[in-house]
């Protein structure tokens, strides 16, 4: 049973207690990431996430780590498109602590000038580590030419040049803008005491920002998938490609029927797109399908690691896969498997407090609203294959196919002319 509640300053509060368990996990989650930044500031929402680790004006660096590390608990924080996640995990008598931990890096932190100037060189270092992996630069290759002019095609991490821009000023007006009470969910999970709880919030988290200027909002932006194509030529081994599609926005009855639809197409290592590559063929060490959401747009990608020379080959199987499930979609026998498979993971996903903590969590913050397991588990039980049908004719158009690739490709204009007769025409 979830409990709902808003601390003084409006910042709202679910909470799931969990008697049998020891643990508490505590998520505080800002509406605010990559998605909310332009090309002159692109990684400061993420590099925000960095400076809340530096030193309040109670606790240094250290300090801060060792308050959480001295318990056995764990303090971390990651940034995404469009959310910033700082959490702890901790035995349930020590959740005052992080508590107090949490609120004070959100209230306090110093953002202090020779702070800053250091941790542009780890951050930077980070995207350097980031430029080193394909599988991830591949993405955002893919997100670049999806999302064209928009702030989804931005990498959360920044670049070298807008990071070496980042000024104390700017990093506090940006964080004061968007760091506001109703861009702000907290969320519990575990074996805690509610009223206590709500008491402790309160007091290191109801008076964050209160008096300052409510946060920016989005501008919508009008996405417009073409056909594209565009490489990046790495000398690597392996060739990472990536076929992304038009797929659902956040909160769209059509998710639970993708769902279903990727199980079978490419979403596990019994689907087609896995037997068929990979286990039949041999084609290709990784092979898989899925869906991104966001709040006005989403996306459907497939992914193949691969030798180089089997790019053609490869992307020839894709396409017949593709032709297969639009022309004969699925069985029952199939529908069944993939909600059961989806219930399965479903359920083992939300085992952890930690798991459950940010689900409620982000649910809260990005639909205003918090569904049941029982509501979930209902929602894909209700799937048809007329349901699957509608989305396969939606996702598979090929107006709206882009390709990325990343690695060592011989020929590249000449396979890319082959790759755009099988896929574009």
Do not use: W
Request: charged share 25%; net charge negative.
């Amino acid at each position: 049973m979830y409990v709902f509640n808003r601390l003084d300053n409006g910042i709202r509060v679910v909470m799931e207690n969990i008697t049998y368990v020891n643990s508490v996990s505590i998520g505080v989650i800002i509406g605010n990431g990559s998605i909310k930044e332009d090309k002159h500031i692109n990684g400061i929402s993420h590099f925000i996430e960095h400076m809340l680790f530096k030193g309040t004006k109670n606790r240094n660096a250290k300090e801060i780590a060792e308050a959480i590390d001295n318990i056995g608990g764990q303090l971390n924080a990651f940034t995404g498109k469009e959310y910033t996640c700082y959490y702890a995990q901790v035995l349930d008598n020590h959740l005052s602590i992080a508590i107090d931990v949490l609120g004070d890096m959100l209230n306090n932190s110093l953002f202090l000038e020779e702070d800053i100037e250091k941790e542009k060189g780890v951050v930077m270092e980070e995207v350097s580590m980031y430029l080193d992996s394909p599988e991830d630069l591949v993405y955002d290759l893919l997100n670049e030419i999806m999302f064209e002019n928009t702030s989804l095609a931005y990498p959360i991490l920044g670049t070298e040049e807008t990071i070496d821009r980042f000024r104390k000023d700017v990093l506090l007006d940006y964080f004061y803008e968007n760091y506001t009470p109703e861009n702000i969910v907290i969320s519990l999970v575990g074996n805690l005491d509610i009223k206590h709880t709500i008491k402790l919030l309160n007091q290191y988290f109801g008076s964050f920002n209160k008096e300052r200027k409510k946060g920016s909002i989005k501008n919508k932006s009008n996405f417009r998938f073409i056909q594209n194509i565009k490489g990046l030529e790495k000398d690597i081994e392996q060739l990472n490609f990536c076929l992304g599609m038009e797929g659902v926005e956040r909160g769209s009855d059509d998710m639970y029927p993708l769902l279903v639809m990727n199980n079978i197409f490419g979403g596990s290592m019994s689907s087609r797109l896995f037997q068929k590559i990979r286990e039949d063929r041999g084609l290709a060490y990784s092979v898989y399908s899925h869906p991104s959401s966001y709040e006005d747009i989403g996306t459907f990608t497939i992914y193949a690691g691969l030798n180089s020379e089997q790019m053609v080959n490869v992307v020839k199987l894709i396409d017949e896969d593709i032709k297969y499930i639009k022309k004969n979609l699925i069985s029952k026998d199939e529908l069944i498997k993939s909600k059961e498979q989806l219930k399965g993971n479903y359920i083992l996903g939300m085992e952890g407090t930690f798991s459950r903590m940010f689900e409620i969590g982000k649910s809260l913050l990005m639909l205003n609203k918090v569904q049941s397991p029982e509501e979930v588990l209902d929602q894909i039980n209700r799937v048809t294959i007329e349901d699957v049908e509608k989305i396969v004719k939606q996702i598979f158009d090929k107006n709206k196919f882009n390709i990325a690739y990343v690695g060592d490709l011989e020929n590249s204009e000449k396979v890319e002319k082959q790759i755009k007769d099988i896929l574009f025409n």
